[in-house]
């Protein structure tokens, strides 16, 4: 994880050490704060699309306990920065940012996937492809 002169109190992490991150067994909740339109255009394959405008209201259902190890990540517009800020507040004490955004991830050679419910549809069609049929 690495500070960006960004903010003194919000903390950074480069894409690949976000993606080691995420292909190991530690607990994270990687969040996606653009709204939804933004989010389907393309998104890392494991975000959760948490708009920050439902944020708080939403939240402690997708991350109950403060302590969880959170990644924002937004189009590298300051939205994240805010999110972060907003999360702090409410004793979220493990919050870290993608730097450089979505569009970072993908310039370092990362995939985005497009659409809403990829995990939920691509589960769909592995039950399918291997159901036997009688």
């Excluded at 960006?4 to 480069?14: G, K, T």
């Excluded at 990687?30 to 209201?57: C, K, M, Q, T």
């Excluded at 403060?66 to 972060?84: F, I, K, P, S």
Aim: net charge negative.
């Amino acid at each position: 994880m690495t500070n960006n002169s960004h903010s003194s109190e919000v903390s950074y992490i480069d894409a690949p050490t976000l993606h080691q991150l995420l292909d190991s067994d530690d607990e994270i909740a990687l969040i996606d704060v653009r709204e939804a339109a933004a989010f389907s255009y393309g998104h890392l394959w494991l975000a959760n699309p948490l708009p920050y405008s439902r944020l708080e209201l939403k939240i402690r259902r997708f991350v109950p306990r403060t302590g969880t190890r959170m990644v924002l990540c937004d189009d590298a517009d300051g939205l994240a920065e805010q999110a972060a800020g907003s999360l702090q507040t409410m004793g979220y004490a493990s919050i870290v940012i993608l730097n450089r955004g979505v569009g970072g991830w993908k310039e370092d050679g990362y995939d985005l996937v497009d659409g809403n419910y990829v995990i939920a549809h691509s589960l769909g069609y592995f039950i399918e492809g291997h159901m036997v049929r009688r």
